[in-house]
């Protein structure tokens, strides 16, 4: 599970209202960017003055941090428990894909964020958390993939890293179209998506 800043958020005296805050944020976040979203277009946004963020959070990088983290620790232990639940290679890799999709039902704009606004946040410390869950979901794809290969479940001559960089690109670009209420759901996105993907590395009959 990913570790959270030791810079925390004060407490806030609404749960309710602070997570609709992070809600908005997060939309917000994906529609204008991170470093051109300002704490009034926030709170703009959720009919608040500007002052009263601080009830909540005491700044808008407290709001990233814990869409953030917050995204990467669920996901986290997701991916977690697909990989203690001993399922051979094949049917890991579907429900690592479908946990994927169901983090963005969960969280579309959250995933959106993590794919856009790492590349200036990962040398800072707070966001040290960053670097750690993309190593960890790396060698949890990696592994999976490579006992596919080992087990000739998956073809012999399959670039693992390249097909672990493609499935997770590919995957995550969904956020950018995913609404909820759609009319398809997680589940049935991920079901259409793996039966692509895995007719190209499935060894063929």
Partial sequence: MSKRSSEKTTAGPSP???EELLATAAEVFTAQGYTATTVRRITDAVGMLAGSLCHHFDS???????????????????????LASGLGPRETTEALVTESF??????????AIYQKEP????????????????SRFEKAWLGTLERG??????????????????VRDTAWVA????????????????RQYLSMVLEGIAVRA
Avoid: C
Wanted: avoid cysteine; glycine fraction near 8%; proline fraction near 3%.
């Fill in 16 to 18: 309710e209202r602070r």
């Fill in 175 to 190: 956020a950018s179209w995913y609404r909820p209420g759609g009319r398809h759901g997680p589940e049935e996105i991920a």
């Fill in 149 to 166: 290969v080992a087990a000739e479940v998956f073809r012999a001559d399959l670039d693992v890293r390249l097909t672990y960089r493609f």
């Fill in 102 to 111: 169901r983090g963005i039902g969960r969280s579309r704009a959250a995933v």
């Fill in 60 to 82: 808008k990088v407290s709001m990233l941090d814990e869409i953030l983290s917050t995204f990467l620790d669920v996901l986290g232990g997701r991916y977690e428990a697909v």
């Fill in 119 to 134: 590349r200036h946040l990962v040398n800072q410390p707070r966001f040290h958390y960053l670097a750690d869950a993309r």
